[in-house]
């Protein structure tokens, strides 16, 4: 995967000043309302990514906790990525489905994780499994997200 363009900028990116937060800005971009959580990629490897996200007046509900959609924004941004950082060049991907349990109220920053076997990549359903930490460890939300494998069509 060390000619995967995603972890080239990621990798690009980590030695400048501020480089995880450019990286996180610059991949927020490929769907705006990422930006909306203000996240930060913390890891991103092939079949793994982790990143952050400040629980702040933007992404509360009404009793003051992290929103369920800020949290499946999170969960969607880190799947994303690792997607991208992950599935061999001739195979495409896209989302086909999302199911997530809530599980402890979410009072505090937000840590998610994204992850997948690294044999996975192959076509037709794979699920990503998706988690969401307080800061304390526990597990807030917690899910799968499956998206469609297809090799991608020839360009001649």
């Keep these: 995967m060390a000619d995967n363009y ?7 990116c980590l030695r400048l000043p501020f480089g995880r937060q450019l990286f996180s800005a610059v991949f927020a971009r490929k769907a705006p309302y990422f930006r909306t959580i203000k ?4 890891q991103l490897q092939p079949n793994f990514c982790e990143l952050t996200f400040a ?7 009404h009793i003051g906790t992290v929103h369920a959609i800020a949290l499946c924004n999170g969960l969607e941004m880190a799947m994303g990525a690792l997607a991208e950082a992950t599935i061999p060049k001739h195979l495409r991907w896209i989302p086909k489905g ?3 349990n809530y599980t402890a109220k979410a009072n505090s920053d937000i840590r998610i994780t994204a992850q997948t076997p690294a044999d996975a990549w192959q076509p037709g359903d794979l699920d990503v499994q998706v988690q969401g930490f307080r800061n304390d460890g526990t597990v807030v939300i917690e899910g799968t997200i499956t998206i469609y494998i297809s090799a991608k069509p020839d360009r001649n």
């Design 6 to 12: 995603l972890l080239k900028l990621y990798s690009k």
């Design 39 to 42: 996240p930060r990629i913390q």
């Design 55 to 61: 629980k702040r007046k933007a992404v509360q509900n």
């Design 98 to 100: 999302m199911t997530v």
